[in-house]
């Protein structure tokens, strides 16, 4: 009963083709105004129980609105109205509908707003986007604890062609401006910060979503480095998501350093309207074939349409990317699998119009210490990452009964450090790990040959075998324990990020582990300083009346459902050494941090040893 709970979630969020048509009509519509975008989609049913509701919390929303800004009190008071009109209408299709078309409002309200700031708050001229002419097949760039690389099975791609590098916008960005490889196609802090340090200018710094709010002041280069704060110390970007009628919740409180969801202009105009600001980390843009969900909220239906919003949103187009120029971007990026679940929108004789396969791989490929991550019979690097693809599809290795093929669940999600697990390292005939620490001692004569390797690769191999096979006592995890019914799940760092060899989650299945709450309880050993909060209240569903506080309402934002609320995508875990920080929120600075809270969150007991080796292991994914 409880797996076919989990069933329906699941299966609730994947787009209808059908209603996917529907989605692109409703898109031709991008420039209408917000409000608009939220009035075309009202939607009944869920809506039944919270007339009253709202009516209870609409007095104590009024005191803390109205201690916030009283000017917005007109609007609120039309919220029942509203709603008596919403009641009226006919129960429409399913809920797993609705979410389909709330995605489609949600996004098409991002990028309206900004495409309207786009006139209000003017930067000033962009630097040119520097862009290698060329990226090799492999190509190889220094990071943090070593080299990461990126390979194309189909060979180099010469940037000047493909429109993933070209500027198609007003502000001078290109998709590469955020997605780089040096980064693992995503944005460092350290790099955002080095940018900024050598060109204020560089068009990563644009008012629209690199500041703290586009109304921020950037007159002088004090006011700049204030105004980018966020984007140099944590890598975040500003997201810009609307409020809906019919979400279960309204805002009752916020708490913004910023003043952006307080100004009408660029935040709310209602408990339940205008616009909230997240600041989330940039997803990687390689190793796309293994996704299962496409955002950290998953709101976005497939690669094609991703690149249109973001080409009209980061990039403050007049006008979406060219059919052509999609297919670039999307040639250059690979395949999702994502997408073949939807209808595919250029008729193309593949889903992506790309053989499954082709387009990028990104992992790291040498660590400092331990060496090159391929040796010895080892399966680090890009390249046999790529060979990975073949084997995915949505559901592979799922623990709770949502493989298709029905085979059973193996914690043992990363094989590729297996043959280090040999004291010596030299291949797999010791096998076992109770000798390393002897062997160890043979490495330390000679630090700088081959044997200086061995303590840090039986490091790496230990810290693989912690993820595979720590016990993690998982509580409290919305999306988990909640769908399931079960309060306590006994599983492993593979639970959730199932997915072999690549460690994201196989499943479309939002989780929430913690990372977006605040208040009391904030999440352990992360630092969430300087992000907005949010108290949220249920007005109506199954848990009306629950109070929230988050730093980031997630998928809730595109569902509506209190339930959702914090719960993000389990991500791919290859690459990790050249993204920091991590989480949606950048609240780690470090891998260590990373495996901190896991320790204190779930209470799972790793000894120093146990730590260092998982941190060793992850900087070589
Ligand atoms: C201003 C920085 C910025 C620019 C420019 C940008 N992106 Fe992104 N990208 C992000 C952020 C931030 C996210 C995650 C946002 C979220 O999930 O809400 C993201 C997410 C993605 C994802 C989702 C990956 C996943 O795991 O779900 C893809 C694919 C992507 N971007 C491709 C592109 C393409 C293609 C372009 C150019 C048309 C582009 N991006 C331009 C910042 C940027
Ligand atoms: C209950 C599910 C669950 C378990 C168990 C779990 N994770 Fe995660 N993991 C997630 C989710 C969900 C995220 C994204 C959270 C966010 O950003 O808000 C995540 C994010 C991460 C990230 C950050 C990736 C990035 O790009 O920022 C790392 C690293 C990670 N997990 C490692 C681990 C390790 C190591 C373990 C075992 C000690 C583990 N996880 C156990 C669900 C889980």
């Given at each position: 009963m409880g797996q076919s709970n989990l069933m329906h979630d699941v299966i609730h969020d994947v787009p209808k083709a059908g209603k996917l048509g529907r989605g692109f009509g409703h898109r031709g519509g991008l420039t209408e105004g917000i409000e608009a975008a939220l009035q075309r989609e009202p939607r009944r049913g869920r809506i039944t129980t919270s007339s009253q509701q709202s009516h209870t919390a609409g007095s104590s929303f009024r005191r803390s609105w109205l201690a916030w800004r009283s000017v917005s009190w007109l609007r609120i008071r039309f919220g029942p109205l509203a709603l008596a009109v919403l009641l009226a209408a006919p129960l429409g299709p399913s809920w797993a509908d609705d979410e389909v078309t709330s995605a489609v409002a949600a996004v098409a309200s991002e990028v309206a707003q900004k495409q309207k700031l786009r006139a209000l708050f003017p930067d000033p001229t962009a630097s040119v986007q520097t862009t290698p002419s060329v990226i090799p097949q492999l190509q190889i760039d220094g990071d943090s604890s070593g080299m990461i690389a990126t390979f194309q099975p189909n060979g180099s791609t010469p940037t000047a062609g493909n429109a993933f590098f070209q500027p198609l916008g007003s502000n001078g960005r290109t998709c590469f401006t955020c997605h780089q490889p040096q980064d693992g196609w995503s944005l460092s802090a350290q790099h955002a910060q080095a940018r900024f340090n050598s060109d204020p200018n560089d068009p990563l710094f644009r008012r629209v979503d690199g500041a703290t709010c586009p109304s921020a002041d950037v007159s002088t280069l004090a006011a700049q480095r204030a105004a980018y704060s966020l984007l140099t110390h944590k890598g975040l970007i500003r997201i810009g998501l609307p409020m809906q009628s019919t979400m279960e919740f309204q805002i009752h409180d916020v708490s913004d350093p910023y003043g952006c969801d307080n100004n009408p202009v660029t935040g709310l105009t209602g408990s339940k309207s205008g616009i909230l600001s997240f600041y989330r980390r940039v997803l990687p843009s390689t190793n796309l074939g293994f996704l299962s969900t496409i955002m950290w909220d998953g709101r976005e239906p497939d690669l094609f349409q991703q690149s249109v919003d973001a080409t009209l949103g980061h990039a403050q187009s007049a006008s979406a990317p060219t059919p052509s120029e999609r297919q670039q971007i999307v040639g250059f990026e690979g395949c999702t699998t994502a997408l073949s679940t939807t209808a595919n929108p250029l008729d193309l004789p593949f889903p992506c119009g790309t053989p499954k396969g082709t387009g990028i791989f990104t992992a790291q490929i040498h660590d400092d210490s331990a060496g090159g991550l391929t040796d010895a019979g080892t399966n680090g690097g890009p390249v046999a990452l790529a060979t990975r693809i073949t084997k995915f599809?949505?559901?592979?290795?799922?623990?709770?009964?949502?493989?298709p093929t029905g085979a059973a669940f193996n914690?043992?999600?990363?094989?590729?450090?297996d043959a280090w697990a040999?004291?010596?390292?030299?291949?797999?005939?010791?096998?076992?790990?109770?000798?390393q620490s002897g062997q160890g001692q043979n490495g330390e004569g000679d630090g700088s040959g081959q044997n200086g390797t061995v303590a840090p690769r039986s490091a790496i191999a230990r810290g693989q075998h912690v993820f595979n096979s720590v016990l993690i006592n998982i509580t409290g995890v919305g999306g988990l324990n909640d769908v399931l019914n079960r309060p306590s799940i006994s599983g492993?760092?593979?639970?959730?990020?199932?997915?072999?060899?690549?460690?994201?989650?196989?499943?479309k299945a939002p989780l929430n582990i913690g990372i977006a709450n605040a208040g009391p309880n904030s999440p352990p050993a992360l630092d969430i300083s300087g992000l907005p909060v949010f108290t949220l209240w249920c007005t109506s569903g199954s848990m009306a009346g629950t109070m929230f506080q988050v730093t980031d309402v997630g998928r809730a934002m595109i569902s509506g459902k209190c339930a959702d609320i914090g719960k993000v995508k389990g991500p791919v875990l290859r690459g990790l050494a050249a993204r920091a920080p991590y989480f949606h929120n950048g609240s780690a600075a470090t891998l260590s941090d990373v495996v901190e809270f896991y320790n204190q969150r779930f209470g799972i007991g790793l000894t120093a040893q146990q730590k260092a080796d998982l941190v060793a292991f992850l900087n070589a994914l």
């Open positions: 599809f949505i559901g592979t290795n799922d623990p709770l009964g949502l493989n914690p043992v999600i990363f094989d590729l450090y040999s004291a010596t390292n030299a291949g797999s005939q010791d096998g076992g790990e109770g000798d492993f760092c593979g639970t959730c990020h199932d997915t072999p060899d690549v460690g994201n989650h196989s499943v």
